[in-house]
């Protein structure tokens, strides 16, 4: 989605606005551009369709400049083009805008009647114009024209604003869509994600609900209703090495080699003596007691891993769970109250309809408890309590290393809803968490050392247009996850199929040399695979079968077989979603695409 650079300081702030918009390339945009002041005060702005590059060639050779704002737009409203790109305005200002402002055609025509404009098709354009009409035509201050804008505005938004008479400033503003004050010596800096600026500063002010910001080189004054806020100045955790690639070919290959530790550590403070232990999470699991279902509610492949926790607390704690797509869940009035726990899983804690989702929850007085990567993210702050995913930073479109700590956690929380619903005994509980905590990164190590082989079976998909993955109760859930892989990046065409389903209809697309691609990790299901796989053969499919390591497959069953490590068929689902990310990762990879930045995807979804 859209991403929000700002500087003013001593260095040269064009330099700073490329290599922060560079740093947010990675959520997804089609255009880009930036507005600065030039070093004779005058306020300028440059915006080009496309990748950065455009952007950053009209930038070229960089103008003497100490303060300016640059924004990534992901097409929202109207096409990707120079005219719509941000930043938008009139001779007095320009502003960068994230998120969607819903009432602009009625202020459009507003706007119109008092002789305004309009160049481009965007909503962006409208509220820039609308602040200029406070600020040039009312007369108001900056503060106050800003202030009358937003309580204008029906949506969200994070904003970037520059007043071209006053060079020494940069106006934030926030309602809906996260936006930060990065801190530095003789700088500021404001940003829609922190990555932006962990090269220069790990310290910041997070923006709340309904604030606005004043931000000069040695100042930032933050204001909610008109009043001055005391804000506390925070620390980021992650490493600038976190979000970049070091030497790998890109962040998606990067990240899944970083599962292994990414699950230790996500799990390592939340295990004391061999069992889970939730106490410093500040969540009392008391709670699995006392309700009578969960939904878990989450977009993509944060809702993927929600089906996996579906069927853990299912089979080990007896808990009832529903699965819910949150642009859904939001609409369909969602039969929830006090006796049900609403999980929201989200990798950003800034998806829009997962945020909507989790205020719903919370409305209809449901207990609501977040699985989020991002600290301080809004989903984090809002949800009764929060388990954070140790994973560092996301930076693929495609999420990997999330959607593994995501599983790993969840299967540890059903092992203490487990437990305290009785249903699991002690022992039977720390076998469970020595496993997940020991040979669980072991065997994902093990898979993503046998890339090559994994890369041969994808290479050999790769010249298709459509194909099948299918499997029965977990292996089923994870037959989504790798389908959605596989489209996010390769853009190959594929669908997963509950195994025994594929004969009620849409078996009539297996013509000869289409692929199937079946998962097989669970033992008492597999001789009902079996029979799925040969129904398909029947019909010329070329079949590859993930299996677990103790299957023992008859020759001929497939036409490749791809083994996964030792490791209890509970846990499987870990190692074979590393195997389907890698599946996927390869034949992008052959089939040239862009793999870290998918086209048409954003990596964070703030708008609805
Ligand atoms: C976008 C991303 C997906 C992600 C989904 C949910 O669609 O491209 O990779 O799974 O949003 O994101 P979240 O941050 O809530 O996990």
Not at 443 to 467: S, W
Request: net charge negative.
């Amino acid at each position: 989605m859209c991403g929000i650079i700002g500087y003013i300081g001593k260095d040269n702030s064009v330099k700073h606005l490329i290599e922060g918009l560079r740093a947010l390339e990675y959520r997804g945009y089609d255009s880009a551009g930036a507005a600065f002041f030039d070093n004779e005060g005058r306020l300028c702005s440059v915006k080009a369709a496309g990748r950065l590059a455009n952007a950053e060639a009209k930038l070229t050779p960089l103008p003497d400049s100490t303060c300016g704002i640059g924004h990534t737009r992901w097409a929202t409203h109207g096409a990707p083009s120079d005219t719509n790109s941000h930043p938008h305005g009139t001779e007095s200002l320009r502003l960068v805008h994230n998120g969607i402002v819903e009432n602009y055609a009625a202020i459009k025509t507003e706007l119109s009647d008092l002789g305004y404009t309009f160049e481009s098709d965007t909503d962006t354009e409208v509220a820039a114009k609308l602040l200029d009409y406070y600020y040039m035509k009312e007369k108001l201050t900056a503060h106050a024209a800003i202030e009358r804008m937003t309580s204008r505005l029906v949506g969200s938004w994070a904003l970037g604003i520059l007043f071209a008479d006053a060079p020494d400033t940069i106006w934030a503003a926030r309602q809906g869509s996260p936006l930060i004050i990065g801190v530095g010596k003789d700088e500021h800096y404001i940003a829609s994600d922190i990555t932006a600026i962990l090269r220069y500063t790990k310290d910041y002010y997070q923006l709340d609900e309904g604030e606005i910001a004043k931000v000069t080189r040695e100042t930032a004054t933050v204001y909610k209703d008109g009043k001055e806020v005391i804000k506390e100045l925070k620390t980021a955790h992650w490493d600038i090495e976190a979000a970049e690639r070091g030497g790998y070919a890109h962040f998606m290959i990067k990240e899944i080699n970083e599962e292994p530790a990414a699950i230790r550590t996500t799990l390592h403070s939340r295990i004391k003596d061999g069992l889970p232990y939730f106490s410093s999470d500040g969540f009392d699991t008391k709670i699995f007691a006392r309700i009578s279902r969960v939904h878990i509610v989450a977009c993509g492949t944060a809702m993927h891993a929600g089906l996996i926790a579906k069927g853990v607390l299912g089979s080990l704690a007896k808990l009832p769970c529903e699965v819910e797509i949150a642009s859904e869940f939001r609409y369909n009035d969602p039969l929830i109250g006090e006796h049900d726990l609403v999980l929201i899983i989200s990798q950003s804690g800034e998806t829009a309809d997962s945020l909507a989702a989790l205020r719903l929850a919370k409305e209809k007085g449901a207990a609501t408890l977040a699985i989020v990567n991002v600290i301080g993210s809004s989903i984090a702050r809002e949800a009764d309590a929060v388990l954070y995913t140790m994973a560092g930073p996301e930076i693929a479109v495609a999420s990997t290393k999330a959607y593994s700590v995501q599983t790993a956690l969840l299967y540890l929380l059903s092992v203490e809803a487990a437990l305290v619903r009785g249903k699991l005994d002690l022992d039977a509980a720390k076998m469970r968490v020595t496993e997940l905590y020991e040979r669980v990164p072991e065997a994902v190590a093990e898979m993503i050392a046998r890339e090559n082989e994994i890369k041969a079976i994808a290479e050999k998909i790769a010249p298709n247009e459509d194909l099948f993955f299918i499997g029965r109760g977990a292996d089923y859930y994870l037959a989504a996850e790798g389908s959605l892989k596989l489209k996010e990046i390769s853009y190959i065409h594929s669908e997963a199929y509950a195994a025994g389903e594929l004969k009620h209809g849409t078996i009539s697309l297996v013509t000869p040399g289409v692929p199937i691609i079946a998962l097989c990790t669970v033992p008492r299901l597999y001789e009902k695979m079996v029979s799925n796989i040969r129904e398909t053969k029947a019909r010329g499919a070329e079949t590859f079968m993930i299996a677990s390591a103790d299957t023992g497959v008859a020759d001929g069953t497939a036409d490749h077989i791809l083994r996964l490590p030792a490791i209890s068929a509970e846990l499987a689902f870990l190692p074979a979603v590393c195997a389907l990310q890698l599946i996927a990762y390869h034949a992008a990879a052959a089939r040239g695409c862009d793999i870290d930045k998918p086209r048409n995807l954003a990596k964070s979804v703030t708008v609805e």
